[in-house]
């Protein structure tokens, strides 16, 4: 099994099990061994489900402007949390190939293999609730419709972005790629990089 191939039975099955009761409040049971990289993707997976319902949930034009404002922060939490855990995802590919041999003429990537999973596991979750749309009853024929067509490009962009990540692994376990860890240093959750935070000190 390809490592895309394992990422997406992994995402289906965590937007699958989110979706058992649809709740941003409900307890994750990640049914994979602690540490393993199969209990990350799925960590992985449940905290974009959990965002996406967030990010829903804030749209609502009647919420409540404090209800609103706790939402966001825990917006700006679980990002960090997604950023967190992508870095995570990344040593464990940098300790899977620490001992290839790099070509002289490798290259390196737009984006690392982790950050190609993030955007997989994303994906998943757009195919989930389009798919939610195209079975809708209470829309019209015109809105079905286009949700079918959003759902075919997703479809293909599925399958274009696992052969992506597969290949970018395959040039980096033989050495015609390289990657390199960047920490994303998000500054606006760093008291001491955002100036509205520092300036109150």
């Known amino acids: 099994m390809s490592?895309?191939?394992?990422?997406?039975?992994?995402?289906?099955?965590?937007?699958r099990d989110y979706h058992l009761t649809d709740d941003v409040d409900a307890i994750m049971n990640n049914p994979f061994p602690e540490k393993s990289i199969?209990?990350?993707?799925?960590?992985?997976?449940?905290?974009?489900?959990?965002q996406w319902h967030l990010e829903d949930i804030i749209r609502n034009?009647?919420?409540?402007?404090?209800e609103a404002l706790k939402i966001k922060r825990r917006i700006d939490a679980s990002?960090?949390?997604?950023?967190?855990?992508?870095?995570?995802?990344?040593?464990?590919?940098?300790?899977?190939?620490?001992?290839?041999?790099i070509k002289e003429n490798a290259t390196i990537n737009t984006e690392t293999p982790a950050w190609a999973v993030d955007r997989l596991?994303?994906?998943?979750?757009?195919?989930?609730?389009?798919?939610?749309?195209?079975?809708?009853?209470?829309?019209?024929?015109?809105?079905?419709?286009?949700?079918r067509n959003k759902l075919d490009t997703l479809l293909v962009q599925r399958t274009d972005l696992s052969t992506a990540l597969d290949q970018l692994l395959n040039d980096i376990q033989s050495g015609n790629k390289y990657m390199k860890l960047y920490k994303q240093m998000k500054m606006y959750n760093d008291p001491a990089l955002n100036p509205v935070l520092y300036s109150k000190k």
Not at 4 to 15: C, G, M, N, R, Y
Not at 38 to 50: P, R, S
Not at 61 to 66: S, T
Not at 125 to 146: C, F, P, W
Request: hydrophobic fraction near 40%; include cysteine; charge should be negative.
């Open 79 to 101: 990002n960090q949390n997604r950023t967190d855990l992508v870095e995570l995802i990344d040593s464990y590919f940098l300790d899977q190939y620490k001992d290839v041999e």
């Open 121 to 147: 596991s994303i994906l998943i979750l757009k195919i989930y609730h389009m798919e939610q749309e195209v079975k809708r009853t209470d829309s019209d024929a015109g809105h079905i419709n286009n949700c």
């Open 3 to 15: 490592f895309s191939q394992l990422s997406l039975s992994i995402f289906e099955k965590a937007t």
């Open 61 to 66: 034009p009647l919420i409540d402007p404090v």
């Open 38 to 50: 199969e209990y990350y993707l799925y960590l992985k997976n449940w905290i974009d489900a959990v």
